[in-house]
């Protein structure tokens, strides 16, 4: 086993619980949250910093002047004008190419596929769902009721797709963007985790 694995994902279709479940079938490490804090490191930014810019662009001046006092890690020149979220961007992008160089992972969202267009072993899978099963799943995780599950899919997903289409140079949730697409609400967590592990499999034999 030597591919990596990103996945981009809506927002209650499970994609991070099915990134964990096909990473400890083939044990490897699964990245989502444990990516931030490897950048902070790696950076030298806080890793608050990291969470608030987390899968969110912000295109606000004034924030960015603020946060941009608080800033430290990169010193040379062509950073210092830049906008902190940029920097945070390119903190991530740095963090999740050595990941995916040391060896085999599944790395969920953060523009990870766009990160490693130019790697060979790595395939790419978006994952989506129906609104009633992914409303059912936030409303069960978060325990809110049906309108605030719906509420937090669609501002979620509207700022992972923004953050996706400013950041790379494609479109999120396309097909075209990435090598496979499943609706996770037709074969369910399971299901769609046995589908992933044959579809690596098969890719893994055909090298």
Same mark, same amino acid.
């Given at each position: 086993?030597?591919?990596?694995?990103?996945?981009?994902? &809506?927002?209650?279709?499970?994609?991070?619980?099915?990134?964990?479940?096909?990473?400890?079938?083939?044990?490897?490490?699964?990245?989502?949250?444990?990516?931030?804090?490897?950048?902070?490191?790696?950076?030298?930014?806080?890793?608050?910093?990291?969470?608030?810019?987390?899968?969110?662009?912000?295109?606000?001046?004034? $924030?960015? /002047?603020?946060? %941009?006092?608080?800033?430290?890690?990169?010193?040379? +020149?062509?950073?210092?004008?830049?906008?902190?979220?940029?920097?945070?961007? /390119?903190? &991530?992008?740095?963090?999740?190419?050595?990941?995916? +160089?040391?060896?085999?992972?599944?790395?969920?969202?953060?523009?990870?596929?766009?990160?490693?267009?130019?790697?060979?072993?790595?395939?790419?899978?978006?994952? $989506?769902?129906?609104?009633?099963?992914?409303?059912?799943?936030?409303? &069960?995780? $978060?325990?809110?009721?049906?309108?605030?599950?719906?509420?937090?899919?669609?501002?979620? %997903?509207? &700022?992972?797709?923004?953050?996706?289409?400013?950041?790379? +140079?494609?479109?999120?949730?396309?097909?075209?963007? $990435?090598?496979?697409?499943?609706?996770?609400?037709?074969?369910?967590?399971?299901?769609?985790?046995? /589908? /992933?592990?044959?579809?690596?499999?098969?890719?893994?034999?055909?090298?």
């Amino acid at each position: 086993m030597n591919t990596v694995i990103t996945i981009g994902r &809506q927002f209650g279709s499970g994609g991070r619980e099915i990134g964990e479940k096909v990473a400890e079938y083939f044990g490897i490490k699964c990245y989502d949250k444990e990516l931030l804090s490897r950048a902070a490191k790696e950076s030298g930014f806080c890793e608050e910093m990291l969470e608030n810019h987390d899968e969110r662009p912000t295109n606000s001046f004034l $924030y960015n /002047l603020v946060m %941009d006092t608080y800033s430290f890690g990169y010193n040379a +020149s062509h950073f210092v004008d830049m906008p902190i979220s940029h920097k945070v961007f /390119l903190a &991530q992008f740095d963090t999740i190419k050595k990941i995916a +160089s040391e060896g085999p992972c599944v790395i969920v969202g953060r523009c990870a596929d766009y990160a490693l267009s130019d790697m060979k072993n790595c395939v790419h899978v978006f994952i $989506y769902g129906n609104e009633d099963t992914k409303t059912k799943r936030i409303m &069960q995780k $978060y325990d809110v009721d049906a309108p605030k599950a719906k509420d937090m899919c669609i501002k979620k %997903d509207k &700022q992972r797709q923004s953050y996706y289409n400013y950041y790379s +140079s494609k479109k999120w949730g396309r097909a075209d963007s $990435y090598d496979f697409c499943i609706n996770s609400s037709v074969l369910g967590v399971e299901g769609t985790v046995k /589908l /992933l592990i044959q579809y690596i499999e098969d890719f893994e034999a055909l090298k």
